[in-house]
């Protein structure tokens, strides 16, 4: 078992201070594939997280848990405005 160094409350910390700003969000799904889009963090809760994306293949809105976020299955990355 992998032995985490982050608490999952400073992981929260971490995400809601990018609530309603544009962050680039990489998934890992398995198997070598990698899913990477431009969006805005919209909503924080207990449990998960949830991201619009800016582009309009994808329908509403994609959401991912903490847990997820720790284990590095989804990175989140606040893209640097000009």
Do not use: W
């Amino acid at each position: 078992m992998i032995k985490n160094t982050v608490d999952i409350s400073e992981v929260k910390k971490a995400i809601s201070k990018l609530t309603q700003k544009p962050v680039t969000v990489m998934v890992d799904l398995g198997r070598n594939k990698r899913v990477s889009f431009e969006g805005t963090l919209t909503g924080v809760y207990p449990a998960l997280f949830t991201v619009i994306p800016h582009d309009k293949s994808f329908k509403g809105k994609t959401s991912y848990s903490y847990s997820e976020y720790m284990c590095g299955k989804v990175s989140v990355k606040e893209i640097e405005q000009k």
